[in-house]
């Protein structure tokens, strides 16, 4: 969904390099929800961004991954040390306010791609 | 913790047939469910929902589930294929008051001509 901005579309990365993964939501939507995917597993959830707040991390590893949303600009999630288990793509989604599932769901962007090779 | 369970990582129908994709929820207190669709490198697109009104709920491009809480499933169906409908689909619960969904394994739709 063009809607949500998710940048690089595609990223390569050596092992113990640094990868920064960048989403834009929704124009209006001020709440972020980072997912992601393996082949054969779905779609994970790692973290939940308010402006300037972690609402919900509890699916991020515990060490090399960070996210932030600040009051101006994308949301970005981190890791740093890129190991090649962190191949995957990494989704993210917004919504307008919380209660983002009862208001109907997440707009998800197409997603980034991360290879570590 | 809530989760879905959807039977079948691969679901090969003919173009014509009954679409049938199943999923289960784990949790005793109806939640909100959700199928969402993926088509290849592309995100997510929400197909439907069910927030506690209508048991029976249509969504877009011609597909319904229906919530049956007796039996706690969520079942995707479409009365009749189409060539376009070849995609992943993913069951997705969350529970009352809580913002994060959480998603199943999911299923991948093949289209046989």
């Known amino acids: 969904n063009a809607d949500v901005m998710q940048n690089p579309r595609h990223l390569v990365r050596r092992r113990g390099q640094e990868a920064r993964l960048r989403c834009s939501p929704m124009?209006?939507?001020?709440?972020v929800y980072w997912y992601r995917q393996l082949p054969e597993e779905g779609l994970k959830f790692m973290v939940y961004?308010?402006?300037?707040?972690?609402?919900?991390e509890s699916g991020m590893p515990k060490e090399r991954f960070s996210a932030e949303f600040p009051k101006e600009g994308p949301s970005i999630l981190r890791i740093q040390q890129v190991v090649r288990g962190d191949s995957a793509a990494y989704f993210c989604?917004?919504?307008?306010?919380?209660?983002?599932?009862?208001?109907?769901?997440?707009?998800f962007g197409s997603g980034t791609r991360l290879t570590v090779v | 913790a809530q989760s879905v369970t959807q039977l079948g990582s691969h679901v090969s129908v003919s173009e014509g047939a009954l679409v049938l994709l199943r999923c289960n929820y784990s949790s005793s207190v109806p939640p909100y469910l959700f199928w969402y669709v993926q088509y290849p490198n592309q995100g997510l697109q929400l197909l439907l929902k069910?927030?506690?009104?209508?048991?029976l709920v249509k969504g877009i491009n011609g597909f319904e589930a229906e919530f049956k809480k007796s039996e706690t499933s969520f079942h995707l169906t479409k009365p009749s294929a189409h060539m376009s409908d070849a995609a992943e689909y993913f069951c997705?619960?969350?529970?009352?008051?809580?913002?994060?969904?959480?998603f199943g394994k999911g299923t991948r739709l093949h289209i046989l001509p």
């Open positions: 989604a917004s919504s307008p306010r919380g209660q983002g599932a009862t208001v109907g769901g997440y707009t």
């Open positions: 124009k209006g939507h001020s709440h």
């Open positions: 069910y927030t506690s009104a209508a048991t």
């Open positions: 961004l308010q402006k300037e707040n972690i609402i919900d």
């Open positions: 997705a619960v969350s529970d009352l008051g809580d913002d994060k969904i959480i």
